[in-house]
């Protein structure tokens, strides 16, 4: 279950040969399929956070790093 109002880094990998999540070094790394324009690379983080999350894709705010690989995502009420 995820905690409301927790904030959430990771580190994205546009381009990627498949979508997965890993924790690395102790950095969230997330690998996508799609090519990082026009928002599509960070509405495939926000599809895959959710599914691994458990919390609907409207509850994930992308707080920080619109055009940054490191973002940082936070759960809403």
């Not at 926000?46 to 619109?66: D, N, T």
């Amino acid at each position: 279950m995820a905690v409301i109002g927790a904030e959430i880094a990771v580190r994205v990998t546009p381009k990627a040969s498949r979508n997965m999540i890993k924790s690395e070094d102790g950095v969230l790394r997330v690998y996508v399929t799609v090519v990082p324009e026009d928002g599509k690379a960070n509405a495939a983080v926000v599809k895959l956070l959710s599914k691994a999350l458990g919390v609907p894709k409207s509850r994930l705010e992308l707080v920080r790093g619109h055009t940054a690989r490191d973002k940082v995502f936070r759960i809403l009420d």
